[in-house]
């Protein structure tokens, strides 16, 4: 190779150039104006977004309502237009997911949870979580951490954020039961932060729905979020509480430039998520105290009490607290042959042994019932149990896994789940509906625990108020128009 002359200025971006030897190059960050290195193309960002895209609708699903998609959409790319990156192919979208959560893809991809709408208080505040994700996208933060983990060689796989179907063991412990996207530090969050004020007072809503939105997310922080389906915002983002003060100044300075009367609309908001589901929905299965019913599928499961429950689309899961023992139901993918020959072949295929096995029945279902041994990654060596029974003349695995030092004294919780296993009737599958926010007045002298005492109970009555953007110590006011959650 030719040596080239040595400039002894080199560039911020020169020396990682040569250190990699790779077609990378100095790029503008489109919202600070300054030069970084980057391995990510503005057209790259677009291709990943468009791919993971599919990924994103494929695994959960978009919430179906046309009128809250299309008002989500409009907010979004009203935000949009006022940012640095106007012309990026922008997409916004409420996927079907109950946990309080929003995320940006690059290249303009951007998605709320339908779970997050029931935690917002007005429109503003639903500009403010549309704002500061599109500045994650603006600021190219998904492309800086692919850089950034490339450079390292630690060889992020952005495509492959998903549990991956083909082998439904592999990862557990990562991805079933954690973080699915990617996280972002304190310093872009706080960046995203600052941006979305300034998009959401170009745009003409009142900046504070930033900080309010913040505010919320830290009361839930305080009681623990939500975590079903998907990650929360809490688990996904930095601690919003000390975030709130130090955009507080940043917002007050925005305020003032708000052209007119700043946007909150917040009666608008509310007609929009009257009557949204909250937590699960039937066509995904329900999760009911420790019980997962499919009223579709027609099927329910018992678990063993006090285990978290995860629900999502490719599989439901349940975990043993403080421990890495887990059981396992999902659907077997063309499933050929007898039973025998679909567990046998669907294990190997996972990359485990079986020790024994044998036919019998589940509730009068046909299942074939084996014990196999294999490794996990991030587990290491586990013993598992695993029931593939015919239902519907679909094949469904039940299936528990435990570390081997573990895995005789979790037989027991093995093998009562796998009797659960039960075919609902008509009526059963008729009577199971979802969750529901509804609107309704405070009365005098109510307090939280006495609406949620007569709205059924269906949430904690501290749950409630952090809903309707209180404290939990503080009592409601009498007249307020508030959010609440029935049974369906």
Same mark, same amino acid.
């Given at each position: 190779m030719t040596r080239q002359p040595q400039n002894r200025r080199l560039s911020r971006c020169a020396l990682p150039l040569v250190?990699?030897?790779?077609?990378?190059?100095? #790029?503008?960050?489109? &919202?600070?104006?300054?030069?970084? /290195?980057? +391995?990510?193309?503005?057209?790259?960002?677009?291709?990943? %977004?468009?791919?993971?895209?599919?990924?994103?609708?494929?695994?959960?699903?978009l919430y179906e309502d046309a009128a809250l998609q299309r008002y989500v959409e409009e907010v979004g790319m009203r935000l949009a237009r006022a940012s640095e990156r106007p012309n990026l192919p922008w997409?916004? #979208?409420?996927?079907? &997911?109950?946990?309080?959560?929003? /995320?940006? +893809?690059?290249?303009?991809?951007?998605?709320?949870?339908? %779970?997050?709408?029931?935690?917002?208080?007005?429109?503003?505040?639903?500009?403010?979580?549309?704002?500061?994700?599109?500045?994650?996208?603006?600021?190219?933060?998904?492309?800086?951490?692919?850089?950034?983990?490339?450079?390292?060689?630690?060889?992020?796989?952005?495509?492959?954020?998903?549990?991956?179907?083909?082998?439904? /063991?592999?990862g557990l412990a990562e991805t079933a039961f954690g973080v699915l996207f990617l996280k972002h530090g304190r310093d872009d969050e706080l960046q995203a932060d600052k941006l979305g004020v300034e998009y959401t007072a170009r745009s003409g809503w009142d900046p504070g729905g930033v900080a309010g939105m913040l505010n919320t997310l830290s009361r839930l922080d305080e009681a623990s979020g939500t975590r079903k389906g998907v990650p929360n915002w809490l688990s996904t983002h930095p601690a919003p509480a000390d975030r709130v003060q130090e955009i507080e100044p940043i917002v007050q300075q925005a305020k003032a430039t708000v052209a007119g009367t700043p946007i909150v609309d917040e009666q608008e908001f509310l007609q929009r998520v009257d009557g949204i589901i909250y937590g699960d929905s039937p066509k995904e299965g329900i999760v009911r105290g420790n019980q997962f019913l499919h009223p579709e599928l027609r099927l329910g499961v018992t678990f063993p009490q006090g285990w978290e429950i995860v629900n999502t689309q490719a599989q439901v899961g349940a975990r043993k607290p403080d421990e890495d023992v887990f059981l396992i139901l999902q659907l077997v993918p063309n499933a050929q042959g007898s039973l025998e020959q679909v567990a046998r072949t669907s294990m190997a295929n996972a990359g485990f042994r079986q020790v024994n096995g044998e036919r019998g029945e589940i509730n009068g279902l046909e299942a074939y019932i084996g014990t196999y041994q294999g490794a996990v990654q991030g587990l290491g060596n586990v013993g598992t149990v695993a029931a593939h029974i015919l239902h519907d003349r679909r094949v469904y695995l039940l299936a528990g896994l435990a570390p081997v030092n573990a895995f005789?004294?979790?037989?027991?919780?093995?093998?009562?789940?796998?009797?659960?296993?039960?075919?609902?009737?008509?009526?059963?599958?008729?009577?199971?509906?979802?969750?529901?926010?509804?609107?309704?007045?405070?009365?005098?002298?109510?307090?939280?625990?006495?609406?949620?005492?007569?709205?059924?109970?269906?949430?904690?009555?501290?749950?409630?108020?952090?809903?309707?953007?209180?404290d939990p110590s503080q009592p409601p006011r009498p007249g307020d128009r508030i959010k609440v959650v029935v049974e369906g």
């Open positions: 250190m990699l030897a790779t077609a990378a190059a100095c #790029a503008t960050n489109p &919202a600070t104006g300054k030069r970084e /290195f980057s +391995l990510m193309s503005e057209a790259q960002e677009v291709q990943i %977004g468009k791919e993971m895209d599919v990924e994103v609708r494929r695994q959960m699903g997409h916004f #979208a409420v996927v079907d &997911a109950p946990a309080v959560n929003a /995320f940006a +893809l690059p290249g303009g991809y951007i998605y709320l949870t339908r %779970g997050i709408l029931p935690f917002l208080d007005n429109e503003a505040e639903l500009a403010g979580v549309l704002g500061h994700e599109v500045g994650h996208v603006t600021a190219r933060h998904a492309a800086q951490q692919y850089t950034q983990a490339t450079s390292a060689g630690v060889g992020l796989t952005i495509l492959s954020i998903f549990v991956p179907e083909a082998r439904p /063991f592999q005789q004294r979790t037989q027991q919780d093995f093998s009562s789940t796998m009797r659960s296993f039960r075919r609902l009737s008509a009526s059963e599958a008729a009577e199971i509906r979802p969750n529901r926010v509804d609107l309704i007045t405070v009365r005098g002298g109510e307090t939280w625990q006495g609406i949620a005492e007569r709205t059924g109970n269906v949430v904690k009555p501290a749950t409630l108020a952090i809903m309707n953007n209180y």
